[in-house]
């Protein structure tokens, strides 16, 4: 059993910044991924960024890339997600969920999820 709580949503004006995160407990597998996604009104969720627990590897989806950045503490189980020069369409309710199958882009390989944290960036 696994449980993911999501903090650090807000309002933002464009170009400010955020940061999400994302607190794991119970029994979580290091050798998993986690990712953020997204789901603005009337979208459909969307993949936004994943890192493995132990691996220096990340993954981002184009949007985002060089505006946010995925990091994690290990010791504190928690992944957070640094946004940057938010934009006015970044606006939508961030999710993140462990990941234990591919592929990591999409959400139904994901097996736990949070409540998801509302990001609201006003232009």
């Known amino acids: 059993q696994v449980q993911l709580v999501e903090s650090g949503g807000g309002l933002v004006q464009a170009g400010g910044s955020l940061r999400l995160s994302c607190a794991a407990s119970?029994?979580?597998?290091?050798?998993?991924?986690m990712g953020w996604f997204r789901q603005a009104p009337g979208k459909e969720r969307e993949f936004v960024a994943a890192?493995?627990?132990?691996?220096?590897?990340?993954y981002y989806t184009d949007s985002v890339k060089g505006r946010f950045i995925i990091t994690r503490d290990n010791t504190k189980k928690t992944v957070y997600l640094q946004m940057n020069s938010l934009k006015p369409e970044n606006t939508a309710v961030y999710s993140c969920?462990?990941?234990?199958?591919?592929?990591?882009?999409?959400?139904?390989?994901?097996?736990?999820w949070g409540q998801g944290t509302q990001v609201t960036v006003s232009s």
């Open positions: 890192c493995s627990w132990i691996i220096q590897t990340t």
């Open positions: 119970g029994r979580t597998d290091s050798s998993y991924i």
């Open positions: 969920g462990e990941h234990s199958q591919d592929p990591l882009e999409v959400s139904t390989s994901y097996d736990y």
